[in-house]
C-alpha cells in the first residue's frame, strides 16, 4: 500500500520558518516526480515547488515562492522536504505532497499519489 504523510505544518510568525516533510512507504520517491501543492480557503489548489525524479533532481517554484522556498530529497530516507522561509500571510494553506511516475508537472494534474494535507498558518 503506498502512502505518502506530510508533517512538519503549524502556525509561525510572519517571517518565520518552517520546513515540510513528505515520506513516502510502498514506493521509492526517486523513482517519481514530486509536487508540493497548496490549497488556501475558498481558492483552487496550485503547484509550489516540484522536483524530478532520479539523478535529474531539476526543481521548479511558482514566482509566489521564489526566493523563500526550497524543495529537496533524502533518498535514503525515502522522504522530500519543503523548506519554506520568510513566510507571509499569504502562505497560509493546507499544503500536499504528491507523486507522479510520468513527465514532471507543475499543475495539480495526473498525479498518482496524494498525501493527506498538513497546515500552514502564518499569523502573527
Known amino acids: 500500500q503506498v502512502q505518502l504523510v506530510e508533517s512538519g505544518g503549524g502556525l509561525v510568525q510572519p517571517g518565520g520558518s518552517l520546513r515540510l516533510s513528505c515520506a513516502a512507504s510502498g514506493l521509492t520517491l526517486d523513482d517519481y516526480n514530486i509536487g508540493w501543492f497548496r490549497q488556501a480557503p475558498g481558492k483552487e489548489r496550485e503547484g509550489v515547488s516540484c522536483?524530478?525524479?532520479?539523478?535529474?533532481?531539476?526543481?521548479y517554484n511558482a514566482d509566489s515562492v521564489k526566493g523563500r522556498f526550497t524543495i529537496s530529497r533524502d533518498n535514503a530516507k525515502n522522504t522530500v522536504y519543503l523548506q519554506m522561509n520568510s513566510l507571509k500571510p499569504e502562505d497560509t494553506a493546507v499544503y500536499s505532497c504528491?507523486?507522479?511516475?510520468?513527465?514532471?508537472?507543475?499543475?495539480?494534474?495526473?498525479?498518482?499519489?496524494w498525501g493527506q494535507g498538513t497546515q500552514v498558518t502564518v499569523s502573527s
Open positions: 522536483i524530478s525524479s532520479n539523478s535529474d533532481g531539476m526543481t
Open positions: 504528491a507523486a507522479r511516475r510520468l513527465t514532471i508537472r507543475t499543475t495539480p494534474v495526473g498525479y498518482d499519489y
